[in-house]
């Protein structure tokens, strides 16, 4: 199911009265968070934990750095498994 485009307004204030991220501030920064690549060394089943589809470069070899997606949400409730060599 494909996301709806979350806007920013920029007449609306990032921060509530006590200085706390407001709810569309917070929805935005899990959703950029969430699009950012993933960096490590070794394979990341079982290891990291990550939203579906995001993306897992290792870098053990840095010629040739291996990419993985995370097809599945979880595996028998395990989020950091689910990966697959892209």
Known sequence: MPQTPLKL???RPLVDEEGLPDQIMRAWVVRVTNTMVIVGT???EGVVLAAQYSLY?????PTVPV???KMLPEIAGDRT??????
């Open 81 to 86: 498994q689910g990966w697959v060599v892209v």
């Open 67 to 69: 990419q993985y997606r």
């Open 42 to 44: 070794g394979t990341p």
């Open 9 to 11: 307004d920029v007449n």
């Open 57 to 61: 470069v290792d870098e053990a070899v």
